[in-house]
């Protein structure tokens, strides 16, 4: 089995989501959460702390990570792994894999000639909005 993560960083005003622009497939040129790879024998939440190193300079100091849920693609034999976590402080982003930009949370994630996923990440949204007490709480 594949196995991959997306992270949804939130600044920690709580009101802009961490996206992407897709820089190649799949989903070239539509906006996307920052993830990769899980590479075999690789824990999945170290995994997403690595790639949200790489791909944003955001480390373990800056954020708090928390998995969300899990999506399990049967046919594609993968299994996608979310995790979340907002901010502790502002910090600089940057990265050269793909184009990062904040977006306001007011947006219709579920549009899927912008957002990659199919509708996947207006999903994730939900689920964060409705257990956003228990995801960050600062003693978990």
Known sequence: M???NVVMVFNPAYDKLLMCHRRKEPFKGLSNLVGGKIEA?????????RELREETGIG????????LMD???Y????????????LKREVAVSGNENEL???DLNRNFFDTAV???????GHMLEEVKWHEETL???NP
């Open 115 to 121: 957002f990659a996923g199919g509708g996947n990440i």
């Open 41 to 49: 024998g690789e824990n999945g939440l170290d995994a997403a702390y």
């Open 71 to 73: 999506f399990r693609y």
């Open 75 to 86: 046919p594609s034999d993968i299994l996608l792994e979310v995790y979340v976590g907002k």
């Open 2 to 4: 594949k196995k991959y």
């Open 101 to 103: 930009y904040w977006s």
């Open 60 to 67: 373990k100091a800056d954020i708090r990570l928390t998995p």
């Open 136 to 138: 960050f709480a600062e």
